[in-house]
């Protein structure tokens, strides 16, 4: 069971920037619940598709599994359909504790950098919350990638924090995001160390720019299936 998220609470903090280290691992299920307004949301609809497009035979990839929360939700539909999944994280802590926690046959936990690890034969491909940790400069190359490998009538699930284009809409929605944190326990203080923590690590992109990248990778239908505040989950399917 996941440790409370004290990382930024104490006196002595000095962790920055913002890494998915031992510590973080630790509290990172408390951590994206108390962070993600609609996280358990995405999970649910990752299910929910996965159950629909995974087809017989082959691959469930969930790059940047962090704990494998992804992997799990899943892992009965793969198998039922003699499927694998392949679950790719560059964190030695998160992988670590996957392979401790999560036990199948039909599951690879690896670790790896995901922008170097080739799709192949997958049905479906999960990057929840990941390609905000991703350099801009990459990110077309590897979605090209992900498109190269799916197969006919694959999905692509993409959930992402997005930026507003307008200023005023940035700051109203992430004052309401700000007031999630507090309501769930974290400190004005917690906020503002994490929220410096991450600066620079975290590169957000408007929701046009994420549709933009997954257009110019090749997908052709592109659906907004889930939105909360300032994160959004889209299915991206090849046609």
Known sequence: MSKIDNIYKNGDFNH?????????????????????P?????????????????????NFYDLG???????????????????NILAVDN??????SCKSRIKD???SFILDDITKIE??????????????????????????????????????????????????????VSRIHHSFKLANGYSELEVSRKRDALEGVLIS??????EGLLYESGF???????KNLNFVTFMAIKL
Do not use: W
Request: charged share 25%; aromatic share 8%; net charge negative.
């Open 65 to 83: 599994c962090s704990l494998g929360a992804v992997t799990h939700q899943v892992s009965d539909i793969v198998r039922t359909k003699n499927g």
């Open 16 to 36: 920055l920037p913002f890494s998915f280290n031992e510590e973080v691992t630790q509290v990172f299920e408390d951590m994206i619940e108390r962070s993600v």
């Open 105 to 107: 046959s039909h599951i």
């Open 205 to 210: 992109q408007s929701q046009a720019e994420n």
């Open 119 to 172: 799709i192949e034969n997958a049905s479906v491909v999960s990057l929840n919350f990941v390609i905000q940790f991703l350099e801009p400069s990459v990110r077309l190359n590897f979605l090209k990638g992900i498109f190269k490998g799916l197969k006919k009538g694959g999905a692509l699930l993409l959930s992402e924090k997005f930026s507003f284009d307008s200023n005023k809409e940035e700051e109203t």
């Open 38 to 58: 609609g996280y358990i949301s995405s999970l649910k609809i990752t299910e929910e598709i996965t159950t629909k497009l995974f087809q017989k035979d082959s």
């Open 91 to 96: 964190s030695e802590a998160m992988i670590d």
């Open 220 to 226: 052709s239908e592109i659906r907004k299936v889930m």
